[in-house]
């Protein structure tokens, strides 16, 4: 079984994806690229998650400053890509209460036109350098190691993720964010590893499924905090609009809620196996 298979393959066609996505969005605004931006994020934390699980194998890399430029991308895409999610969220919310939140609206859409002006000033100024350089130095490093080790030690490291997912589910309403963020790199681990090399496909798909929960319920909290400090900091209380969101963050409190407990659900079903 060749190291490269489960590991740099998948690194090499995310670093693929991340260019031809970055190529597009270099001459053109991010604003209006909704797929490409989506794109580009999912390529970073796929790589970033591959890099964490070379890192556990290698014991060489640097993680913190060999992939420093690529999360400062990322962190500034995080702040578009979250705006963009709440005004699409707000748009639904608007649709099924059948009314408009106007003032938080235009908030919303001037901070997406602002931050899509940052992101597209760190496309322009990324250094495609540092993940190229970064590839060939993983290169080396997994030549040097045996494949047979490598495998074994990759089931040793997802035995221990998997014994830390138990324990953080027992405290399930108060880790969401640290269980989703180590739900991902089991899922994404395990995708670029052989058919049934850990766990069925039965599992995996309880894996994703839960991944889904959980990333709608992030979409909602993060669109429910920023109608909770647009309401408190700019809406006088006497005004319609503040009843309206205030009645709005309740309703996104119990979605919120219902999928939390469905993701828990679903866990707890997977981690039983």
């Known amino acids: 079984m060749p190291a490269t298979f489960f590991i740099l393959l998948h690194w090499k066609r995310q670093q693929r994806v991340f260019f031809q996505n970055l190529a597009k969005l270099t001459p053109q605004p991010a604003q209006g690229n909704t797929d490409v931006v989506h794109n580009l994020r999912v390529a970073i934390k796929k790589l970033r998650s591959y890099l964490k699980l ?60 602002t ?48 014994r830390k997912l138990k324990r953080l589910t027992k405290h399930f309403s108060s880790q969401p964010h640290e269980i989703r963020k180590m739900l991902k790199n089991i899922f994404y681990w395990i995708s670029i590893c052989p058919k049934d090399f850990y766990i069925g496909a039965d599992e995996i798909k309880k894996l994703k499924k839960s991944l889904n929960l959980l990333g ?11 109608i909770k400090h647009f309401r408190k900091d700019f809406v006088p209380a006497p005004r319609q609009e503040y009843l309206l969101l205030k009645e709005l963050e309740k309703n996104i409190e119990r979605k919120m809620d219902a999928k939390l407990q469905k993701a828990k659900e679903e866990i707890q079903t997977f981690i039983s196996v």
Not at 218 to 223: A, G, R, V
Request: proline residues 0%; hydrophobic residues 40%; contains cysteine.
């Open 54 to 113: 070379l890192a556990l194998l290698l014991n060489k890399i640097d993680t913190e400053t060999r992939f420093k430029k690529t999360e400062q991308l990322f962190s500034v895409l995080g702040k578009y890509r979250d705006i963009e999610m709440g005004f699409l969220l707000l748009q639904s919310f608007e649709k099924e209460n059948k009314t408009t939140y106007t003032a938080l609206r235009v908030q919303l859409k001037l901070a997406l036109q």
């Open 115 to 162: 931050t899509a002006i940052w992101a597209q000033n760190a496309f322009n100024k990324y250094d495609e350098k540092e993940l190229a350089d970064l590839t060939c130095e993983l290169q080396l490093y997994v030549k040097e190691k045996n494949i047979q080790e490598l495998c074994h030690k990759t089931e040793l490291i997802l035995d221990k993720e998997f």
């Open 216 to 226: 709608d319920w992030q979409d909602h909290e993060m669109l429910y905090m920023k």
